[in-house]
Each structure stands twice: as C-alpha cells, then as structure tokens.
C-alpha cells in the first residue's frame, strides 16, 4: 500500500500474478472435479484458494481468485471457461440487439463476493488484499469474437465499423468491472488491478480513441473510494504512457519493456509493478538472482515500485522457487 502510494517502504513488496493458481499441488487438489466458475462464486474455495500463495510463499499482498468472466456471467451471459481454451461465450454480442442480453451489474448480483472478500479479509489480518476485474477493451473482445482470439478481427471489425455500438458495449462493461470492484472494495478489499489481457492487440491511436476512455471510467469510479488503483496489460510497451493517464496510481509493466524504459515513459506521477520474465523462474537459480536484483535496484529510480512478475506465474513453476523469491527480494531490497 506505502509503495503503490509513491511512500517510503521498508522493503520492496513482492507479490506475483496468478499467485493462486495452478502452480500449487494443494490448489489441484482443492480444484478437482469443480469447474472454474463454480470455484469463483464459491466464497469457501475463493477464500482457500485466495490465501494458499500467502501462507505458503509470505508474499506482501494477496489478490482476489476469480476471473475476468465473472461479473457477465453473474448477469446472465452464457459464458463458460473451458479448460486448455479459455472464456467460450455461446451466443457472441456483435448487434445492437445481441447488447440487450448485457444487463447492468448491481451488488445483489453478487452476494457471494461480498461474502468471500470478508471471509478474506478476516484471515489475512494486516496483509492486503487486491481486488481484481477485467478491462472494457479485454471483456469485449471475449464477448464479440466468442472466445480467445489471436488477431481480434472481429473485436477491430466491430471498433471501426460501428463505433456507437462498440462504445455503448464497452460503457456497459466498464459499468460491469466498476461495480464488480466496488463490491470488493466495500467489503474490505485494500487495493484494486484492472487487467486488460489484450490491450496490446491495439495500436496507440486505438486504443486512446477506443479503448482508454473506458477503462478510465472504471479507474475513475474506483477512485471515489480512495483506494489505489493497478492497471496492467500484456504486450503494452508502446502503450505505457497512455495507460497512465487512463488514471491508475500504478502501471504494470510486462516483461518485454526494460523497467528504466516503463519508468521513462509513465513519468514521476505514478508507481510501478513488475517486471520479471515468468520464463526465468525455470533458469538455474544463479541466473534467477541475477536478473531479481538487476529488477530490484532498477525499482528505486521509481517513486514507488511493487515487485511481480511481467505476466502470471505458469503452471509448471515449481512454488518452493517463488517462496525463494519472495525471501530474496525482502533481503536485498532491505533499507
């Protein structure tokens, strides 16, 4: 919270995307037989699941399990996660007519959310939790093109050939990710990341134009409640600065952008996470530190820094190397 603040912090903070996750033999376990979605609305599996990463690997901040679907498929969207594919929407929003099935998010929608953020927030004690939903840009392009895509022809289609129905579909989903963390934070959620997965699908000039001023309505609604406020996407070096302004408190860096760059381009006004490679945390452990403490010294000319990793950690990682992580970045960040 001091670091995402631009606070002095006794040592940098770690923690790491897709700490709860697949990772974690005991996260396997609890997971067999329940299917994703299921896991997110129930609030004893997402409170499990929430806090095994920090019992396990004493990271600095816990982050809310769920997943970006969840707040559409809470107002009645036919929307599954299916393993090994991803989000798979049966019946894709791609007419004006097909948006009538998008209903508004209200908090009575999600009951078990407030449950599990306060279930959460019992357990954890002084450790914060941070709440999560996905960006307008990201939903919509589930939503339009069906499920996972590689070139989002039909999300770009759908933005240039019919602007008005593409910013009536990302205003209702930004009202959607609003209220899903709002929820959060209203039950004791400390801070708060929007995550645009695709976001760097887009060139800079469409994504300020299309895309931006969406997720800028969720940052802005959010910040009313005076929590901070993280705003990451994949492949976004070139969109860096443009994110900034979007009106979060700290920028996610992805591992393709070298942290002094990040820094550069976002400016003194706001924090920064990130931002190692998840690919390294399989190279000897030499190599490993090597590039953490190149990170970690590389932080400081930031006016606040929160030590992650560039994307989610991968299933094969083995836990007891982030556990070893973790323990390193306190060490050599101490002052």
């Known amino acids: 919270m001091q670091a995402a603040r631009r606070q002095p912090v006794p040592h940098t903070p770690i923690w790491f995307m897709r700490q709860a996750g697949r990772s974690l033999p005991e996260y396997r376990a609890l997971r067999a037989g329940v299917g994703m979605l299921e896991s ?34 809470a107002v009645g969207l036919d929307i599954d996660i299916v393993a090994g594919v991803g989000p798979v929407v049966a019946d894709p929003i791609r007419t004006w007519k097909d948006l009538e099935r998008l209903p508004e998010l209200t908090p009575q929608d999600i009951p078990d959310i407030t449950e599990s953020v306060r279930l959460l927030v019992a357990e954890l004690g002084d450790t914060p939790l941070i709440g999560f ?24 289609a759908l933005m240039h050939g019919d602007p008005q129905l593409w910013n009536a579909l990302c205003a209702r989903l930004a009202q959607i990710s609003a209220t899903f963390l709002e929820v959060q934070i209203a039950a004791g959620a400390s801070a708060v990341q929007l995550f645009d997965s695709w976001a760097g699908a887009c060139s800079r000039a469409d994504y300020e134009r299309y895309v931006r001023p969406h997720s800028a309505a969720v940052l802005a609604a959010v910040g009313e409640l005076g929590v901070p406020r993280i705003h990451f996407g994949v492949g976004t070096g070139e969109l860096l600065a443009s994110m ?8 996610g860096v992805d591992y393709r952008v070298a942290l ?3 820094i550069a381009r976002v400016g003194t006004s706001y924090a920064v996470q990130g931002n190692l490679d998840p690919a390294l945390l399989f190279a000897p452990w030499e190599a490993l530190e090597r590039e953490t403490r190149r990170i970690v010294a590389q932080g400081l000319s930031a006016p606040g820094h929160i030590f992650n990793l560039g994307h989610g950690v991968l299933p094969e990682t083995d836990p007891d190397v982030l556990t070893r992580l973790v323990d390193l ?5 101490a002052r």
């Open 40 to 73: 997110c609305r129930r609030p004893d599996l997402v409170a499990e699941i929430t806090m095994q990463p920090v019992r396990r690997h004493g990271v600095d901040a816990a982050i809310f399990f769920s997943d970006i679907v969840v707040p559409v498929a």
């Open 244 to 251: 900034a302004q979007a009106g979060a408190d700290v920028v």
């Open 133 to 156: 939903a996905g960006a307008p840009f990201t939903l919509a392009s589930y939503l339009v093109e069906g499920g996972p895509s590689r070139n989002h022809l039909l999300t770009k």
């Open 260 to 262: 002094p760059d990040a």
């Open 329 to 333: 970045v306190h060490e050599c960040s």
